[in-house]
């Protein structure tokens, strides 16, 4: 399946230099997890703690284990925040 | 020796009084907040001679504390017709502090056409009538007090908006590079105005720093506190890195970023006013992506930023303002939002209702959307100079509103609606309605526990949980805005116990007491129910505690959400 992983403020690093440093597209086979996706660039899960799936909230205790979909927009953030 | 200093301009006096009973161990909001509720009848004209205007640093402002120096200033608001407490950075608040001033109540109103300034120093306080700076900006301003005096002393001060009495004036705080924050909202620019004072100075030569009762215990606790802010990922890392403009992108990503005057939660250019791109366009250009707004702030979210030719255009340039003008009114170009945040901080005007004003001010079709270049030119040619229009623009988005016969105007008593949509973040949406402050996403900042993962998480889309969340929040804000705190402690102090804890150590051993964390949440309530009694008494009702009809009947995309919260349900707010 393909999927869009969209990585955001630090994160931007672990993007390939092709990517254009905003996200990538990435072949990940059926029934992989949010942390799959991550490895495929090499974030550590641990940067993650921000983590949506087509603009709706991963709770942290379900990043682990969240499979993705075909298409599916898989966002990630370090900490970050302000106001 | 703590007092309370008291200008008369009715008949042009000064007093230094001691602090009464009743306000002794009160700073920054509390303090504000117990003084207009005393002595300022609910009823009266914003801009009349009832209405007092009061300046107030912090519990901890002038300590040795971490992130301790803001200053508040309060007073019935000409926008909200309610209290208004609003605090900033700058140098002013410790310089007061340090001098012992607990209040400056500045009351009454001039019985001639004469502008006046203020001096504060050790021992001495002038009143004086002002003619060379009238129609200053507060740049030029800033340098002119700085040189008068010359020292970097403190300086509060109103720029043209403010002299000229508009809604959306706000009153600006000098920094420790002479650059300008803001206690930015509810217009109390304008009660400076009316009052005719362009500026106060500040001069703490000759005074000691604040020293604590106990020295041992605050040195202590204040290591311990600001340890959390370090190790806290967002005050040690993320908001250093990139200031708060780094909520463009999640606010988006959640689809919460109010676009094209609140008609939609994303917006297509984005990444093109993104805190990661404004980080690379500061450090192309050789600005500062980390600053202190005043001294002993150990955060840094603020920055310079400088424009294409490495000058100096902007600091302290916020989320809010680059949201307000950047999504909400479709300009896509950081440059022209820069240049427009430079003339806002020297006119002296609210970033934030200037900005919504003019999405309002867009769809009613008095300029474009998308038209940076038409911004800056109707700040600085109609609202800096006052003409009829720049006079109806300076009203603020509620004005404008009234007067184009627009329906969809997001302000919640007559005060604009901040970064954050309240269909698909519902948590400050109960913050926007309920806030003794009008809609201030800063009284209960329920972002971080929708949005950011601090504290928790409550669902943004749910309704579930989130009056309870925006209550806890708007009491536990309403006790640090007293202490002299910047808000950003917040981060740590959800996730960190120790922060809190130690927060309360250092207050403790400041003043020789023993609060407390009840005790803190008791203040933080009582603050809250002081402000709403005022309101009360001054005519706002329960239908005020409401959002505007539009957010109930339309849709907001990609999630397609509305404003579902019953009356009973936001009422209960209050159930405390």
């Known amino acids: 399946m393909k999927i869009k992983l969209k990585l955001y403020a630090t994160l931007r690093d672990y993007l390939p230099a092709e990517s254009g440093g905003k996200e990538a597209m990435l072949e990940l086979p059926d029934a992989a997890t949010i942390p799959d996706a991550l490895a495929a660039l090499a974030v550590p899960v641990g940067l993650a703690h921000i983590v949506m799936i087509n603009c709706r909230h991963v709770l942290r205790a379900d990043v682990a284990g969240r499979r993705l979909m075909d298409g599916d927009q898989l966002a990630v953030f370090p900490a970050i925040g302000g106001g | 020796m703590d007092k309370i200093v008291r200008i008369n301009l009715s008949d042009l006096s000064s007093k230094i009084e001691p602090v009464p009973a009743a306000w002794v161990g009160l700073g920054g909001r509390a303090l504000t907040s117990a003084v207009v509720a005393s002595e300022v009848p609910p009823a009266c004209h914003a801009l009349g001679a009832n209405n007092k205007l009061v300046f107030a640093p912090g519990l901890l402002t002038g300590t040795a504390a971490a992130n301790s120096g803001r200053i508040s200033a309060g007073a019935k608001s000409p926008l909200t017709g309610g209290i208004k407490e609003s605090n900033a950075g700058g140098t002013a608040g410790r310089m007061l502090a340090k001098l012992g001033i607990r209040a400056l109540i500045v009351e009454g109103m001039p019985p001639e056409d004469k502008w006046y300034s203020v001096h504060l120093a050790k021992d001495a306080v002038t009143l004086q009538e002002e003619q060379e700076l009238l129609g200053q900006g507060n740049y030029a301003l800033v340098q002119a007090v700085q040189a008068r005096y010359g020292k970097p002393v403190g300086v509060i001060s109103i720029g043209p908006v403010g002299e000229m009495k508009m809604l959306t004036a706000n009153i600006s705080v000098a920094d420790p590079e002479s650059h300008i924050r803001s206690l930015g909202r509810g217009g109390l620019g304008a009660v400076m105005g009316a009052k ?10 000759g005074t000691p720093p604040v020293m604590p009762k106990d020295a041992a215990k605050f040195k202590e606790a204040a290591r311990i ?13 993320g908001l250093p890195t990139y200031g708060t403009n780094v909520l463009v992108n999640i606010l988006n990503e959640a689809g919460g970023l109010p676009t094209r005057n609140f008609t939609s939660g994303q917006y297509a250019d984005h990444d093109k006013i993104s805190g990661e791109t404004m980080h690379d366009t500061i450090v192309a250009r050789g600005g500062q992506p980390t600053h202190a707004c005043h001294p002993g702030c150990q955060i840094q979210c603020s920055q310079v930023y400088n424009d294409k030719d490495g000058k100096y255009l902007t600091s302290g340039f916020e989320y ?18 820069a240049m427009a945040d430079r003339i806002m901080d020297d006119i002296g005007c609210d970033s934030i209702e200037t900005a919504v004003m003019f999405g309002v001010a867009m769809e009613a079709g008095v300029l474009p959307f998308g038209d940076g270049k038409g911004v800056v030119r109707m700040l600085k040619d109609e609202i800096g ?50 806030s003794t402050m009008g809609a201030d996403h800063t009284s209960g900042y329920a972002v971080a526990t929708n949005i950011l993962g601090v504290g928790g998480h409550v669902d943004p889309l749910s309704k579930v949980g989130q009056v309870e969340l925006a209550r806890n929040l708007n009491i536990a804000t309403a006790a640090i805005d007293s202490t002299g705190m910047c808000l950003f402690i917040a981060f740590p102090a959800l996730d960190i116990p120790e922060c809190l804890s130690s927060l309360i150590d250092m207050i403790n051993a400041c003043f020789g007491i023993n609060l407390s964390g009840d005790d803190v949440t008791a203040l933080g309530k009582s603050v809250l129910k002081t402000e709403h009694a005022f309101n009360v008494a001054a005519g706002l009702t329960k239908e005020h505690d409401r959002l505007p009809e539009f957010f109930s009947k339309e849709a907001l995309p990609p999630h397609n959400v509305l404003w579902d919260f019953t009356p009973d349900e936001l009422d209960s707010y209050w159930n405390f």
């Open chain 2, 320 to 337: 809010e303002t680059i949201w307000g003008m950047g999504a909400d009114c479709c300009i896509n170009d950081l440059d022209d939002i």
């Open chain 2, 225 to 237: 506190f600001a340890k959390t802010l370090l190790d806290h990922p967002v005050s040690g890392q």
């Open chain 2, 196 to 205: 005719k004072i362009k500026f106060i100075s500040i001069d703490d030569t």
């Open chain 2, 385 to 434: 100079r006052g003409t009829t229009l720049g006079r109806i623009l300076g009203g603020g988005a509620a004005q404008v509103g009234r007067v184009y016969g627009i329906t969809r105007v997001p302000v919640v008593k007559n005060q604009g609606i901040p970064a954050y949509d309240p269909r698909a973040v519902k948590g400050i949406g109960v913050t926007y309605a309920m």
